[in-house]
């Protein structure tokens, strides 16, 4: 049974009913693109009640490091998780999770108004007229395994992986997604990721 018990009124959905999806950490001023939308302020006992998790990095992190390997464990199980982080401080989370994956954290601060598709990208991003990068972004570290879906100022912005069974989407300007900038392109990328967490 769906787990769906926090309503948004919002013009456009994302997400489908089927979808069960849960938002966590510093999400106050993320224009949620769905009305079947849970949130909370801390990492529910059973994340396979969701089929996407979506975590916003504040600047000081809500996960602790056994949360971090249950939500690792998600994703090799077929759990969808986005990560976003901004510029600094705005980071802990997002940080915890590369350093666990990768054993590197996010750099920079990098202010730009659009961000470049990467070619072969797996969110399809070079269909869209415009990707906005974000207030102020950070960048992403590189790996083998991971996918670069798009660069600002030369360096990686948004990132995906297929671990296991289930996908991955870091993201270095989440702020693209506040509601004092929602528009038709930011509406386009959530579905792009939302898009790419419900493909086989």
């Given at each position: 049974m769906l787990r769906i018990v926090f309503i948004f009124l919002l013009s456009f959905s994302a997400f489908s009913q089927e979808d069960?999806?849960?938002?966590?950490?510093?999400?106050?001023?993320?224009?949620?693109?769905?009305?079947f939308v849970h949130k909370s302020d801390s990492l529910p006992d059973n994340l396979k009640d969701y089929s996407m998790v979506f975590i916003y990095s504040g600047a000081h992190s809500f996960l602790d490091s056994n949360d971090i390997e249950r939500i690792v464990l998600y994703v090799h199980q077929g759990g969808n998780i986005y990560i976003g982080g901004e510029n600094w401080p705005l980071q802990a989370e997002l940080n915890e999770v590369t350093n666990f994956l990768f054993q590197k954290t996010c750099y920079?601060?990098?202010?730009?108004?659009?961000?470049?598709?990467?070619k072969n990208g797996?969110?399809?991003?070079?269909?869209?007229?415009?990707?906005?990068?974000g207030k102020s972004t950070t960048s992403l570290p590189l790996?083998?395994?991971?996918?670069?879906?798009?660069?600002?100022?030369?360096?990686?912005?948004?990132v995906s992986?297929?671990?296991?069974?289930?996908k991955l989407v870091m993201d270095g300007g989440y702020s693209r997604f506040y509601c004092e900038f929602e528009?038709?392109?930011?509406?386009?990328?959530?579905?792009s990721i939302v898009r790419f967490?419900?493909?086989?």
């Open positions: 069960s999806v849960l938002f966590l950490g510093n999400y106050q001023k993320v224009c949620v693109p769905s009305p920079g601060n990098y202010d730009g108004v659009d961000a470049e598709s990467a797996r969110l399809e991003l070079s269909a869209l007229d415009r990707i906005p990068s790996d083998p395994g991971i996918n670069v879906e798009a660069w600002t100022n030369d360096q990686p912005l948004i992986a297929v671990m296991g069974k289930g528009s038709e392109d930011t509406k386009k990328v959530w579905e967490f419900e493909e086989n």
